[in-house]
């Protein structure tokens, strides 16, 4: 039977830290599925569909990895596709509590599934799509960050917000 993972989160943007675990999670199963959630509660600054768009773009030599957008419950979206394994990342301790939470309810809602959690790769650990766009939004370097083509992109839409 085919292995099936979904990796879902906000991806607002994608960092390196994300790579890091999409590249590493692909290793571990036949076909990763990133799904970007359209109906999180934060204000995101890139729409769900740009958001799949630059998670492609990034992705494109991973030959397993497939983006889509999803709406509602994790689990939900993990049973519409067949998959079993959900992969989340792991920084730091503050991010343990709430992700224990998360795998609990989603254990309880969909029993066949199991949260796979990879710890971050320590050059990653300080980095979160939130850092990301506070620091680019006062004109520091994100270089280290993110993918050269999601800099210009995360730059560019800062720009276009601060003029609107
Ligand atoms: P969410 O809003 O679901 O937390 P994010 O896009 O912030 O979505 O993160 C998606 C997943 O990626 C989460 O499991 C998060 O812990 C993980 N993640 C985010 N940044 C990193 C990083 N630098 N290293 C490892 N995992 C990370």
Do not use: W
């Not at 970007?36 to 492609?56: A, H």
């Not at 939130?130 to 050269?148: L, Q």
Request: glycine content about 6%; aromatic content about 8%.
């Amino acid at each position: 039977m085919k292995r099936i993972a979904i990796y879902p989160g906000s991806f607002d943007p994608p960092t390196n830290g994300h790579l890091d675990i999409i590249e590493r999670a692909s290793g571990l199963c036949d076909e990763l599925i990133i799904g970007v959630l359209k109906n999180s509660t934060k204000t995101p600054l890139f729409s769900p569909d740009e958001r799949v768009n630059m998670l492609k773009a990034v992705t494109r030599d991973i030959e397993n990895v497939r983006v889509m957008s999803f709406e509602g419950l994790t689990v939900d979206f993990a049973r519409q596709n067949g998959a079993k394994l959900i992969v989340r990342g792991l920084r730091a301790l503050t991010d343990f509590d709430y992700e224990l939470q998360l795998s609990q309810i989603n254990k309880k809602l969909y029993g066949e599934a199991e949260t796979i959690f990879l710890c971050t790769s320590l050059q990653y650990s300080y980095l979160s799509s939130s850092t990301v766009k506070e620091i680019a939004s006062y004109g520091a370097d994100i270089s280290d960050m993110v993918p050269h083509y999601i800099k210009e992109l995360v730059i560019k839409k800062i720009k276009e917000t601060k003029v609107s």
